[in-house]
């Protein structure tokens, strides 16, 4: 099976192609905002365009028969500001995806959030309406419904606060927290706004078994706990065995963001457990298997 990742430089993205690697022989290739990686070959692309990636796929002879769309502008308070910017990099590519699919009879699966809700009474599942509150969560609802409309096999796969060790790459929430105690930084962290850390290693896991089962429609893929950011932040400090004293909880007013965030938010992930078995790891030994990385790494 031929298999491209787009956001291949991201965490997500590099966490795919490691346990794709690891579990599969399929043929890996991988897409950067300017770069396509195939058989030990690379093409400059835009991944906006069409035009570009037959280009690429026909310059390599690559044909594709699943493309996992994991690149995203996911800086939320910029995308509120930078509104264009963040329609083409997530509604439009998602379009371009599911175009260049049609052309190839490929199965696309889409990586979207629970952010195209509002919070106001999560958890969610597959079922309960989208209402986003933000830009970010307009364009990764437009994305799930370009997917859902396109007639291409998609399924697309809702998740949230990513968590892993990341190598050197933009650090996540929990590894900001543990770097910033590691140096005795004071940190304000929100105490009410509520979800389910999801460690990358099972979300990656997760594709790779709706891939798999040829799984289509909406499913979401989290963590099984369900807390708060700061109950999230304490429990890194422990992890890490760091001084949680560095972590003042305040609330979301007080802290001042420029996009708002759904509060009470959170994934039921049942069908999940019912399609594909999902196993998630308990945050942790999520947040163990972060440190023994790092600590790997580090040698």
């Known amino acids: 099976m031929n298999v491209i990742v787009t956001g291949a430089k991201g965490q997500l993205g590099q966490t795919l192609l490691r346990v794709l690697r690891?579990?599969?022989?399929?043929?890996?290739?991988?897409?950067?905002?300017?770069?396509?990686?195939?058989?030990?070959?690379?093409s400059s692309i835009n991944p906006l365009s069409k035009a570009s990636w037959r280009e690429a796929l026909a310059t390599t002879g690559w044909h594709?028969?699943?493309?996992?769309?994991?690149?995203?502008?996911?800086?939320?308070?910029?995308?509120?500001?930078?509104?264009?910017?963040?329609w083409q990099s997530n509604a439009q590519l998602a379009e371009t995806v599911t175009q260049v699919a049609r052309i190839f009879d490929a199965r696309v699966v889409q990586i979207s959030t629970d952010y195209v809700f509002d919070g106001v009474a999560g958890?969610?599942?597959?079922?309960?309406?989208?209402?986003?509150?933000?830009?970010?969560g307009r364009t990764k609802l437009a994305a799930e419904n370009i997917c859902a409309h396109s007639g291409v096999h998609a399924a697309i796969v809702r998740t949230m606060w990513l968590y892993g060790y990341t190598d050197g790459l933009k650090m996540n929430f929990p590894e900001w927290?543990?770097?910033?105690?590691?140096?005795?930084?004071?940190?304000?962290?929100?105490?009410?706004?509520?979800?389910?850390?999801?460690?990358?290693?099972?979300?990656?896991?997760a594709v790779f078994q709706i891939i798999e089962k040829n799984i289509s429609g909406i499913i979401n893929v989290?963590?099984?706990?369900?807390?708060?950011?700061?109950?999230?932040?304490?429990?890194?400090?422990e992890a890490f065995e760091l001084d949680p004293t560095f972590i003042h909880p305040v609330t979301s007013d007080e802290l001042?963001?420029?996009?708002?965030?759904?509060?009470?938010?959170g994934l039921i992930t049942l069908k999940a457990k019912?399609?594909?078995?999902?196993?998630?790891?308990?945050?942790?030994?999520?947040?163990?298997m972060t440190r023994t990385a790092r600590n790997r790494n580090m040698l």
């Open 22 to 42: 690891r579990e599969t022989d399929w043929a890996l290739s991988a897409m950067t905002r300017s770069h396509f990686f195939t058989l030990g070959t690379m």
């Open 64 to 86: 594709p028969d699943v493309i996992i769309n994991a690149a995203a502008m996911t800086n939320v308070n910029h995308c509120e500001t930078h509104r264009e910017e963040a």
């Open 123 to 136: 958890p969610y599942t597959e079922e309960h309406k989208p209402n986003p509150i933000n830009y970010y």
């Open 177 to 205: 927290v543990r770097d910033r105690l590691s140096n005795e930084t004071h940190i304000d962290v929100i105490n009410d706004e509520f979800g389910n850390p999801t460690l990358m290693e099972d979300l990656a896991y």
């Open 222 to 237: 989290a963590g099984t706990e369900r807390m708060s950011r700061l109950e999230l932040a304490m429990a890194v400090a």
């Open 256 to 265: 001042g963001r420029t996009a708002p965030r759904p509060m009470q938010s």
């Open 274 to 288: 019912s399609l594909i078995g999902l196993q998630a790891r308990s945050l942790k030994d999520g947040l163990m």
